[in-house]
Each structure stands twice: as C-alpha cells, then as structure tokens.
C-alpha cells in the first residue's frame, strides 16, 4: 500500500501518532468499493415510489403503465406484496426506539409524506426510475399533524423502553427550583427553536443483495452496524441468521441515518428473495429527505444566580416531534446539571407524535440542541451580570457531576477553558455588544461549552499471527469516515510490538467479530477495547505456545514477564532470551495461531462515576449590517477527550463537528409547508450546507487528559464532541456584535436586519 510506505513514523508507540488514514489511497484513486459498486452478475434495479399524500389509504395502484415498458420486471406493493414470513419483531434492529416499528408495504395505510409504497424493479435503474414515474396511485386522504410548534399543549412524557438505556430520562429536580429562581437577584430565560434537519452523507443508501440461492443472502448495505442489519433481515424476512452476511465495507459517511436498517435494504432483500436475482436498490438524494431526521424542538431555559455570579437555580425544559408509531428520544435537559452545580433544579423532556417519520439519531443527538439553550442562557446570564462569559463558566466549574452526585473519571475542561481562550485571544475582546468592529462589519466573540458522554459498549474482536509472523485482526464493526482501520492498526500494532504494514485490519463484514453499530462516539472505546483485549489474549497463547517447545527458555515466564516487541516475544528479566513470531509459528506446525476475545464496560467500577467529554468552542463573526451577512471567521474548539489515539483523525472529526457547528447554526433546515404536512426543500441546493466560502481559520486543541477509569484505552470518543459547543458560541458571537440574541436556529440574515 503506498500511503503506508510514504508515512515516516518515527518509532514507538503508534498510537498518539498522527498517522494518515490507510484507507485514503483506495478512497482517493476510487479503487474502495461502496455498496452501490459491487457489480454482481445480471443484476436488477430497484426503486421506491414514495407517498405523495400525508396520511390516508391507497385505494388503487395502477401499474399497467408501468409493466409495459420494456425491461420492467415487476411492482411490488402492498397488495401483491411477498408472502414472506416477516414479521414486526420489536427489536429486529438494535437502534429502534419504543413503539412499533415501521415496515414497509404492510398494508395500504399511509402514516407519512413520502412513505415508500411500492417498489419498481426493472433491469436498469434508469427504466426504474422512469417507470416509476408512470405508476399511478389513487389515495383517500385525512386530517394529518406535522406542526410541532401548534401542537406543543399535547406534549407528553416518551414511553420508556429497551433502547433508551443509553438515553438516559430528565435528571431528578433538587431543592425548590420556583422559590430559588424567584429569590435570585439575577436572572436569563430563554425560549429555543430548532428546525428538522435531515443526514445529507455524500454517499446515498444502497442495497446491492446477492440471492446465493436456498435463501442466503450476500448483501453489501450502506450501514454504520453490519450485524445489526443482519439480524433485522433474518428477523424480519424469517431467514436464519447464519444465511444472512451483511458486508459494508466502505461508507460514505451516516452521521447517524445508518444507525438503523433503511428502506432500500428491505427493499433489496424483499426483491431478491421473492424474485430469487440479485437486486440493488439505491434512494437518491431527494430520498434522502423520506427517513430518519434530527427532530425540530422548542426549548425553554430559566437560570437564576447570585450577585457574584453562583448559578442556584437551573430549570430547562424541551418539547420535541416524534413520530406516531415511535417515542425517538434525545438527551436533551441532562447536561445543564453535569455542567453547573445549583442546588435547585427542574428538567423536563417531553415528546409531541405527529404524522411524519420517526426521527433518528444525528451526531451529537440532544447534546448539540441542548447546549444551544444552556449555553447561550449562560451568555445572557453573564451579559447581567457583568462578568466576562469565560469567567461566569469558572465560578460555576462543576468538580464533580452533581445531576447524579458522583466524580467524573476525569475532566480537564478547566483546560479547555484557558487553552482554548488563549489560542483564541480571548482577553481581546471589549465586553460590550457592539463593541468590535472591521470596517464596516460588526465583530462579536463568542464562547460556549460542550459535554458529550463518554460510553463503552460490549464488543468482540479476533486476532490471529499468519503463518509469515504477522496480525491480522478483524471485527465486524464499520468505518463511517472517522478512521477506524486507522485507529484499530495503530492500537493492535502496539500491542503486538508490530510496524504498522504488519497489521491488517479487516472489518466491515457481519461474519466477523460482534461489534455493535458505530455511533454515539463508542466505536473507539468498545471495539478498541476488544482490539486489544484480543491482542492480550493471543500474547498468552503465544506464551504457551512457547513454553511447549523443546528446551524453552520460557518455561517459566509468566505473562507479564515477557513484553511483546519487535515481531518478537522477549524475556524482560533477560532481553536476550526472546523468539520471533515466525519461529513461534513454525513450532506450531506452521498453522495459525488465533484468540478472540470481548471487552466489556466495567459495570460496577463505572457506576461509580460520570463519564463524559467536554469542550470549549471559541468564535469570532463578522456581520455586515446593512447585508445582514454573517461570516463565522475565526474559531478554535479545545476539547477533552482522554486519550487520543490518532491526532490527526481525531482532528478531522472535530473539524467535521465545527464545520457543522456553522452549518447547523446558520444554514441546515428542513422546511415543511404544514398545509401539506410536507417537505419543501427536498434537495441539496435547497437546503443549505456550508460551501467551502463558508469555512475559513478553524483551529483545534486537544488539551491532556488522563483517564484510569473509563475504559481500557483511557479514550472518550472525538465523533461527537465537535459539535456540542461551538453551534451555541455562534449565537453567543452574533450577539456579541449585534446585541440581538437570536435563539432560533439557522439563525437567517432577515432576523438581523
Ligand atoms: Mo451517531 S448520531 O450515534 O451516528
């Protein structure tokens, strides 16, 4: 591989080096395959025909149109759909919120503008796509509900259920929090709009199922969780799971909307099973807009403090959509508490069903809307109170998460604070709005806080030395963007005492290893976890080996008397007593020799302590007065983490976050036209990302933060965090040079004019 050789690594230890990512050759020259690519034999081609109506009942499809033109096979719908042996199986997919889960063609029911109702197959896409055009749907309609902002009176509380154990309910209230705010001398509220969003990855959702005949299935699925996808399509098509092999092995990035099986891998499968062909279906970018969302919110804040600044009172409330058939919840109220210590406080999360698709995890899911509200209460609150916004977070600097009352693992968020400022030239700042100019534009700072959890799921991971001395590891776990074969390398390599072109890394394939789906920022600290609990695993099975050779000089070494170095296992009481993984290997009859192991979170260590990530996002914007433009022109994050693996990787994640920090507070949102109970903007010119004019000098920091406690590695997780301060540091700067606090975000140039 080129880029390997190319990268001058300047000894040991790997990890901490800022090592290129493996796979870029492959991803730049267009050699790495995605699963729209894998040409398979006389394959056929899928495409969904989506709802146009909001909700009612398909009373007629007609598909005589349709079927007459040439290369049409069939259109599947719900009225000749496959009497396959699917079923609703609650949780057929490990990400599914409470609720009953959606499947498509089950019946003529319309809950959702642009359900899938039918699916045309024909032998190109292009003749699907435009046979499509031709099917003729005829629907009774009814009374529907998208708006979330006019049915905020019928909030209610989500319904709990397995898949929140991650999402954790509202804090528990302490003290009086009415009385308390009642008495402050000082006091911010705010109310918080939030609009939908929608994943826009660059790479579209594709199915490409291979029909290998007798019901098993080779199925290259965009996904961030391979075995994931694998257990909903043996779950929900009735199919053993051995016979079911789901392999992702690059992906274009998710962002969350892989988190769940999709529509085109029902589609694909349903297709291939009752046609018995290879089917792909691909959903375009307008269909991009038909699934998974980050859900619009209103949010409301009230803080109350003391004349020096203390934080006594905290209460923040969040009212978010959901869909009908499913209470999708986010962690929204949770960090006001884990950041400030008052003593009185209410949280409140509620949920509004209304009739659109259920929305689904996006990066920094609740924490990045959160954060908006809390930190931006914060910058009122110390616009009040005369006292610097930096300053008013170190009076308020929580030693301990007080939500739960138990110490952090670790926070070193005291340092994101100081060096963060400093890159930034924070003291430059003139505390008035309005204050700072360049030209004729307003120049504002702004600075806000992040906190994102630090968690560890069960994972597996297999290690093995080839028969020429080397490691392979694998597990079935995907890379989404972030670096993952990198990471993993870097950390097998060191515990092995191997160079890097000595490790290979497979991955992306449900037959491997167990991982869980990639999000929530775990990958590193579960499936790195199980890299290395593997690597310790095959050391000791090296050691045995060795002990069972003629004259071994290690026959009584215990493990933690040998070190694992330079393709060799050394005595550490004698260095010159050692042997090679080759020579290991031709004692063992030239065969391989292989261990798989799992990492597990330490349940009763960790219960313990709070276990999180923080952040602090500093940023300067220009706004033209007369243009209402604003031009995010500066901004550094400085960000906690623990260990970090691969600075450069870890970087690129957090410029990832700032770059969508700008994107999520002036540009993204999806519109809806409510009369319709549509989406208007269901295209990428129409809903706005940042250009590449819009990202200018974006700076990071990771400050040193070690942590014992939180897992194995001492990681945190970096997918995530980049997003959870910066967003509200932007709102924080708008006001800064405007004096006009915008809470609802984008923030448009019309709300500055
Ligand atoms: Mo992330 S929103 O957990 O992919």
Known sequence: MPPMEQQKLSGRPLVGQAISRLEGYEKVTGAARYSGEFNVKDLLYGYVINSTITKGKI????????????????????????????????YADMDAPPGTPFRPLQNGEVKYNGQPIALLVADSFETARYAATLVKVVYTTEEFQTDLIGNMAKARAPKGGLATFLKPPPPKP???????????????TGKFIHGTEHHNPMELFTTTTVYNGKGKLTIYDKTQGTVNCQLYVANVFGLHFKDVRVISPYVGGAFGSGLRPQHQLFFSVMAALELK?????????????????????????????????????????????????????????????MLYPAQNTLFKYNLVPLDVFSPLDMRAPGGSTGLHAIESTMDELAYQLKIDPLELRLINYAERDESTDRPYSSKELRKCYLQGAEQFGWNKRSPEPRSMRNGHKLVGYGMAT?????????????ASITTEGKLKVNSAVTDIGTG??????????????????????????????????????????????????????????????????????????????????????????????F??????????????????????????????????????????????????TINVTRAVTAVAAGKIINPKT???????????????????????????????????????????????????????????????LGTKGVGEIGLAAMPSAIAN???????????QFPIHFDQLL
């Open 650 to 712: 870890a970087k690129s994640q957090i410029l990832g976050g700032m770059v969508w920090s700008i994107s999520k507070a002036l540009r993204e949102e999806t519109i809806s036209d409510h009369r319709f109970g549509k989406y208007m903007n269901m295209n990428i010119a129409e809903y706005h990302i940042p250009v590449h004019a819009d990202i200018h000098d974006l700076d990071v920091i990771f400050v040193e933060e070690q942590d014992d406690i939180v897992n194995e």
């Open 174 to 188: 302490f003290g009086d929090f009415e009385k308390a705010f009642e008495a402050a001398p000082f006091k911010a």
């Open 484 to 577: 993952t074969l990198t990471v993993m390398s870097q950390i097998a390599a060191d515990e092995m005492g191997l160079p890097l072109e000595d490790v290979s890394f497979t991955y992306g394939d449900s037959k491997m290893a167990f991982a869980p789906i990639q999000g929530g920022s775990f990958t590193i600290s579960s499936v790195g976890s199980a890299v290395k609990a593997a690597c310790n695993a095959l050391k000791k099975k090296i050691l045995k080996k060795a002990k069972t050779m003629d004259n071994s000089p290690f026959k009584s070494h215990k493990i933690d008397e040998v070190v694992f170095a330079d393709r060799k296992m050394i005595s550490i009481a004698n260095p010159s007593v």
């Open 59 to 90: 009373i007629s499809i007609d598909t005589s149109k349709a079927e007459a033109i040439p290369g049409v096979i069939t259109v599947f719908h719900h009225g000749n759909r496959p009497s396959l042996a699917w079923f609703s199986m609650q």
């Open 277 to 337: 062909r290879n089917v792909r279906v691909t959903l375009d970018r307008h269909q991009m807009f038909t699934f998974g969302h980050r859900p619009p919110t209103v949010q409301f804040t009230r803080f109350g403090a003391t004349v020096d600044g203390k934080v006594t009172a905290l209460n923040h409330e969040a009212i978010a959509e959901t869909s009908r058939f499913e209470d999708y919840t986010e962690v929204v109220v949770n960090w006001a508490h």
């Open 579 to 628: 042997i090679s993984y080759s020579d290991i290997i031709a004692a063992n009859d030239h065969k391989v020799i292989k261990s798989v192991n799992f990492a597990m979170p330490k349940a009763l260590k960790l219960k313990k302590y709070s276990r999180a990530a923080h952040s602090a996002s500093f940023v300067e914007v220009e706004v033209d007065e007369e243009l209402g």
């Open 450 to 462: 992040g906190i994102w959890e630090a968690m560890q799921l069960p994972a597996r991971a297999a």
């Open 733 to 743: 700067a708008i006001y800064h040079a405007t004096g006009k606090r915008i809470n």
